[in-house]
């Protein structure tokens, strides 16, 4: 049975399953050299316009394999980074994808499993859900870009309460901390993140991704930001896509985008 479940829509939109239920999908090595696989298929398919991640069963992801990490004790720090550095970067393909990428945190989203879903442009939890980083009750520095993810999305004081004490939130309490976009119940979230991913997908190819890169991009200052979209606008208004949205506007229709 495949770890990574990989379905894709007529529209678009690739929805990615992490697919050990049994261990709360776990991020095995089998699971993780699929994962990468995917990725670089992904990041070369200029037919993809949205990526959904989400788990089976009841979590979305208990993060790294506890068994494997608690018989590390004999072996050499640099080897150890050197592993654990490729095992970040393989999870954390997410954020150089190109298209948005959304997160459905169906369940428990822990340690690394929460940066995975972190690492994602949106994220929508269930109201249920458990989201915690408990790097240092373990014993454990924090990983895979915890200490700037964290920050990142919830600023650092929300950063610092949920990495030195290691308190779960609920995915309501997340989201109105700000470290996921929204909440719903369970039932209603996988629908309610596709129907998202299909916003995102009907809208032009090409400025989205020319925005996800401007976003990513963190600008500096406003005259950064001013430099890059004086050149990144231009971009657009050469494009067929262009001349689709306008004449859609026109005609109060939908576009169909080509991303040409």
């Known amino acids: 049975m495949s770890e990574l479940l990989i379905d ?6 690739v929805l990615l399953t992490l697919n050990q239920p049994e261990t ?35 979590a979305f992801s208990s993060g790294g394999d506890l068994a494997w990490i608690g018989e590390r004790g004999a072996e050499a720090v640099p080897r150890l980074r050197d592993r654990m550095l490729a095992f970040y970067r393989s999870w954390l393909a997410v954020a150089e994808l190109e298209v948005p990428t959304i997160a459905a945190v169906n369940g428990h989203a822990v340690g690394a499993g929460l940066c995975l879903a972190l690492a994602c442009d949106l994220v929508y939890a269930a109201d249920d859900a458990k989201l915690l980083a408990p790097f240092t009750a373990l014993g454990l520095h924090p990983g895979m870009a915890a200490t700037y993810l964290l920050p990142r999305r919830a600023g650092a ?11 779960a939130l609920t995915g309501a309490q997340a989201a109105v901390k700000g470290l996921v976009n929204e909440s719903f ?26 925005t996800k890169v401007a976003l990513n991009q ?29 004449a859609a506007h026109r005609e109060r229709r939908m576009p169909k985008f080509t991303g040409s």
Not at 35 to 57: N, P
């Open 24 to 58: 709360r999908n776990a991020m095995s090595d089998a699971m993780t050299a699929q994962w990468r696989a995917a990725m670089a298929e992904l990041a070369k398919d200029g037919d993809v316009r949205c990526v959904v991640v989400t788990g089976a069963g009841s």
């Open 185 to 210: 119940p369970k039932n209603d979230l996988m629908s309610e993140v596709l129907t998202v991913a299909a916003r995102i997908a009907r809208n032009a190819p090409i400025a989205t991704r020319l």
């Open 218 to 246: 963190e600008h500096q200052d406003l005259e950064a930001a001013l430099r890059w979209e004086s050149l990144a606008q231009p971009v657009t208004m050469v494009s067929a896509d262009l001349v689709e949205g306008l």
């Open 8 to 13: 894709r829509s007529d529209d678009g939109v």
């Open 157 to 167: 004081r929300v950063a610092a309460e949920m990495l030195f004490t290691g308190q």
